[in-house]
C-alpha cells in the first residue's frame, strides 16, 4: 500500500464520519508516513493511537489474518495468484460482515471495543 492510497482513504473516512476519528496502528511506515500528513494538514480529524512496536498480540488485524489462513484456507493450493487473491479476499469480506468474529479478534488482543 501506498500512502497516497492510506491518505485518499483516511479522507473518504473523515468524509463519511464527518467527525474525529480514532485510529489505532502498528508502525507500518505507510501507516507513520500517512500520520505525519494529517498531522500537519489536517490535525483535528483523526487521532492516531500507536502499537508498541512488533506487538503482533496486540494488534487485532493478525487474528484475522490468522483466522483466513488457518481457519478459513488450511490446506488450501491455490491454482495461480488470482486463485489465491479470490479466496483470500472471500475469506477477508465473509469475517468484515461477521459480527460475532470481529469482536472476538479485539478480545484476544484485550482491547475493550
Same mark, same amino acid.
Not at 473518504?12 to 468524509?15: E, I, K, P, V
Given at each position: 500500500m501506498q500512502t497516497e492510497h492510506l491518505v485518499w482513504f483516511l479522507r473518504? &473516512? =473523515? =468524509?463519511h464520519y464527518g467527525r474525529r476519528v480514532i485510529l489505532i496502528w502498528d508502525r507500518y511506515g505507510v501507516h507513520r508516513a500517512a500520520a505525519a500528513f494529517f498531522a500537519e494538514h489536517h490535525p483535528d480529524w483523526f487521532t492516531f493511537e500507536w502499537l508498541p512496536p512488533y506487538s503482533p498480540k496486540l494488534n487485532p488485524v493478525e487474528q484475522?489474518?490468522?483466522h483466513t489462513k488457518y481457519d478459513d484456507l488450511p490446506n488450501f493450493i491455490p491454482d495461480n495468484l488470482? =486463485? &489465491?487473491y479470490d479466496h483470500v479476499y472471500e475469506s477477508q469480506k465473509s469475517q468484515h460482515h461477521d459480527q460475532t468474529i470481529l469482536p472476538s479478534f479485539f478480545a484476544h488482543a484485550k482491547l475493550p471495543l
Open positions: 473518504q &473516512l =473523515h =468524509h484475522s489474518w490468522k488470482d =486463485h &489465491l
